[in-house]
């Protein structure tokens, strides 16, 4: 019987060839052309080669030891593959139709399925291609690096391609990419998502647009974005309830440069608590004890990419103010308009507000003479 999409896992198989080529074409991929493209596939009976990694622990995401899967051989019996070209992270392969694409374009794929029932029939339906590992495990909670050191052909993937299930896009997207404060040491070279429409229109949203929020911010400051193609709910089995949209994030290489992280992620937070209050009236408590005020900002750096559209309280909010003409003085002096709301300002004037604003605390706390 063919595997049905599972409610619990958020899988919606994409079966529109428009969309599917789009993203192959997105990916730009290179390395596949001098691959046997199909082999035959396994047989049922045919024993899967398992290796066994433990679990995290403490992991709410750990369904149960990971496992890799390997085309029915050990993986020091791997055959060799090419060394140029790409190795692409693929994330909920589903059945395989995509990953198919993939196989024969890239150098190797790296995919990783939470579903075990899927793993199987991927086999089924894909074969024994050698430059194909598939992973089974919450890609949440795998550690790839260790895993992949086994198979040394397929480490250290350099793209990304993932048809992403709606409920957890902020924590992969946050996976992949790291966070202001603690970037991904070692960026991939392109991520090609496919998710949906409404999360797509704020990671590729301008400055001043209604879609233009707090997890904007986060990622144009970690990545370019850039829209690729509508995806309409008829071209998944079965249909979502909201359309979709195919992005390509390439993560930047050189970041800019901020003095403090922290106090970037915690300035963003705290000024998209209200979208409907200028600024500076969002910052203002902020300034109340300004000896303390960067400890403050430490002990709530800690962001969520999925609540970027939450009324979040100011962390500080029930502190006094110290100058209600600080904000002002502060937003006017970098050139900003001081009736400004959040989603007035880009990546480079949030980056400039909070270098200022460690300034202006360094100053207030320097002993006076």
């Known amino acids: 019987m063919a595997p049905r999409p599972r409610k619990r896992f958020a899988q919606h198989w994409l079966r529109s060839e428009k969309a599917l080529q789009q993203i192959v074409k997105a990916a730009d991929l290179s390395g596949g052309e001098s691959l046997v493209r199909s082999k035959p596939a396994a047989s049922v009976e045919e ?52 990953t198919r694409q993939l196989l024969g374009r890239s150098r ?28 089974q495990g919450d890609f949440l909670s795998l550690e790839l690096d260790p895993i992949l050191q086994q198979f040394p052909a397929f480490q250290a993937p350099n793209k990304v391609v993932a048809n992403i299930p709606y409920n957890i ?9 790291g966070t202001i404060a603690q970037p991904n040491p070692h960026p991939y070279d392109s991520l090609v ?3 949906q429409k409404e999360v797509a229109e704020r990671l590729c949203a301008r400055p001043g647009r209604k879609a233009f929020g707090a997890l904007s911010v986060r990622v144009q400051y970690l990545a370019e974005c850039e829209w690729v ?33 922290q106090r970037l992620e915690t300035l963003i937070k705290v000024g998209f608590a209200n979208r409907r209050k200028m600024l500076r009236n969002n910052l203002k408590g902020l300034w109340a004890g300004v000896s303390g005020a960067d400890q403050a900002i430490a002990d709530s750096a800690e962001a969520d990419l999925g609540q970027d559209l939450a009324e979040t309280p100011d962390p500080l909010a029930n502190a ?37 604003w460690g300034k202006e605390i360094a100053l207030r706390n320097a002993p006076s003479a």
């Open 169 to 177: 896009t902020g924590p992969i997207l946050e996976k992949l990419l």
């Open 320 to 356: 006094p103010i110290d100058d209600r003409d600080d904000c002002v003085r502060l937003l006017e002096h970098l050139g900003l308009n001081p009736q400004a709301r959040a989603e007035d300002l880009g990546v480079d004037a949030w980056v400039a507000l909070s270098n200022a």
């Open 47 to 98: 024993p899967l080669t398992i290796v066994e990694q433990p679990a995290i622990d403490g992991s709410a995401h750990v369904i149960s030891p990971v496992v890799a899967i390997a085309p029915g051989i050990s993986p020091s019996l791997l055959p060799a593959i090419p060394s140029q070209g790409d190795c692409v992270l693929e994330i909920g392969p589903g059945l395989g139709v995509l």
């Open 108 to 135: 190797a794929v790296v995919s990783v399925e939470i579903d075990r029932d899927l793993c199987v029939q991927l086999r089924k339906n894909l074969g024994d291609p050698p430059n194909f590992l598939l992973l």
């Open 229 to 261: 193609c509508d995806v309409p709910a008829r071209a998944f089995q079965p249909p979502p309830k909201v359309d979709s949209a195919v992005v390509r994030l390439k993560p930047r290489r050189s970041l800019l440069s901020v003095d403090r992280p």
């Open 193 to 195: 998502l496919l998710m």
